[in-house]
């Protein structure tokens, strides 16, 4: 199984901060990486896929990069309504897997 | 818009079967372009995934090896539902389930969440 690894665990940022979240995979997943953002009690959603599409409906303050097994998540002004844990997650071969999350908190 | 409503018990007593529905609406589960799964969390596991069907011209599933010999999922498209069944349970399954659609190679539409907790 392909393994993904986020950095940092945790984070604390004030509203307006520059935030970015590093998901590394164990292997080569060229740019089949998904990203999403859950709220206590409710379902992920679903925010970038294909490592930096925009999903409908999602600020542009939210952005993704990379390829092959490094790739960032990048919230460019943190809003109130961003405070939530993030999981990449990897579609390049089954199973599906996620990284262990990066819950975002307010300083 | 696809919703995806869950439903089934919350508690299952160990070495049980759980069970779980999901109703579909919006799409259909016979979609060519779609793929239903089932994905668990926990906070010892994360986010794990479970299985998947989807039909092209014919119904193809595939299942985590880690439940590969406890899971059945299930398509009925006379009801347009995803159905999952994981035999003999034990606590290490108590987690939330989620039925979720995947639109291509990303999971686009999740249900509710269904807390489901093994004991006795």
């Known amino acids: 199984d392909i393994q993904m690894t986020q950095s940092p665990s945790s984070l604390s940022a004030s509203v307006g901060d520059r935030v970015t979240i590093t998901c590394r995979a164990s292997q080569s997943i060229s740019i089949h990486l998904n990203w999403y953002q859950q709220k206590p009690g409710k379902a992920p959603k679903l925010l970038i896929y294909a490592a930096s599409t925009l999903q409908g409906g999602v600020p542009s303050r939210f952005s993704g990069s990379g390829s092959g097994t490094d790739f960032t998540l990048t919230i460019s002004s943190l809003q109130p309504e961003d405070f939530a844990t993030y999981y990449c997650?990897?579609?390049?071969?089954?199973?599906?897997?996620f990284g262990q999350g990066t819950k975002l908190e307010i300083k | 818009q696809v919703q995806l409503q869950q439903s089934g018990p919350g508690l299952v007593k160990p070495s049980q079967t759980l069970s779980l529905t999901c109703d579909i609406s919006?799409?259909?589960?016979?979609?060519?372009?779609?793929?239903w799964n089932w994905i668990r969390q926990s906070p010892s596991r994360g986010l794990e995934w479970l299985g998947r069907?989807?039909?092209?011209?014919?119904?193809?599933?595939d299942y985590a090896e880690s439940v590969k010999s406890r899971i059945t999922i299930n398509p009925d498209t006379s009801k347009n539902q995803l159905s999952l069944q994981l035999s003999s349970v034990t606590p290490e399954d108590t987690a939330v389930y989620y039925c979720?659609?995947?639109?291509?190679?990303?999971?686009?539409?999740w249900g509710q969440g269904t807390l489901v907790t093994v004991s006795s």
């Open positions: 997650q990897q579609r390049y071969s089954i199973p599906d897997t």
């Open positions: 069907t989807y039909y092209r011209s014919k119904w193809y599933i």
């Open positions: 919006g799409d259909r589960v016979s979609s060519n372009s779609a793929a």
């Open positions: 979720v659609r995947a639109s291509s190679a990303w999971y686009d539409y």
